[in-house]
């Protein structure tokens, strides 16, 4: 099957720094979403990626599709406290299938340190 | 802002018993899925779910598992002889549409098989 492969596996920063995490696929996705997940809950949806180059802000998070429609990044600037969590991306490989089965990443546990 | 919402939060079950894990999507939402996360991994799709029949499922769902959409506002998943392994979050998904492609989860019901 499909298989992305998110990195680093773990972040430990400084209150105040910028963040960048991104995955990658060998095979070609038609979209991709970033979801932070909280422990004990579900998954939420941060930014939603459908054109291929196509750059997105929500706030402090900017995530980009990339050009190749194999990767995708995210970043988060000026980190708080708050955003510790674990972070996945998600993508919907291309050809699409009939049920639109997202594929996850293995997550980024962000650790972020007042 | 409309939520998915899933009952119950927990559910602790012999081996062998059968579990319902129920979910509320989105009201005006179409398409519908059913997720598992064993502790410390990735998401994992095991179905999807549209005009009352399964679009696709995953090798993950076998004939133990069945989904239903009894009335017009719930959807269930249901393992008919847990397994030890079945032990994990599940979370229910809905999205609006086809050409919509986002996603959007609920809290999950954490499992327990003992």
């Known amino acids: 099957g499909q298989q992305l492969n998110q990195s680093p596996q773990s972040m430990f920063i400084q209150e105040g720094e910028d963040v960048s995490m991104n995955c990658t696929s060998s095979?070609?996705?038609?979209?991709w979403l970033w979801y932070k997940q909280d422990p004990g809950e579900g998954p939420v949806l941060l930014i939603a990626?459908?054109?291929?180059?196509e750059l997105t802000s929500n706030g402090r998070l900017t995530a980009q599709f990339g050009i190749t429609r194999k990767d995708s990044f995210l970043n988060i600037s000026a980190s708080i406290p708050s955003d510790v969590g674990i972070y996945f991306c998600?993508?919907?490989?291309?050809?699409?299938?009939?049920?639109?089965?997202?594929?996850f990443g293995e997550g980024t546990q962000l650790t972020v340190n007042p | 802002e409309p939520e998915v919402t899933q009952t119950p939060s927990h559910q602790v079950t012999q081996m062998g018993q059968e579990v319902i894990l129920r979910c509320v999507p989105i009201s005006n939402h179409l398409y519908f899925y059913w997720y598992r996360q064993i502790l410390g991994q990735k998401v994992e799709f095991l179905v999807s779910f549209y005009n009352n029949e399964i679009s696709e499922k995953s090798e993950i769902f076998d004939d133990q598992f069945s989904v239903e959409r009894p009335d017009g506002s719930n959807f269930t998943l249901k393992i008919r002889s847990t397994k030890l392994e079945d032990s994990a979050m599940y979370f229910c998904?809905?999205?609006?549409?086809?050409?919509?492609?986002?996603?959007?989860f609920g809290p999950g019901t954490r499992l327990l098989v003992l």
């Open positions: 095979s070609i996705f038609n979209t």
């Open positions: 998600a993508g919907l490989p291309a050809p699409q299938t009939s049920g639109s089965r997202l594929t």
């Open positions: 998904a809905s999205k609006k549409g086809y050409v919509q492609e986002t996603q959007y």
């Open positions: 990626l459908y054109k291929a180059g």
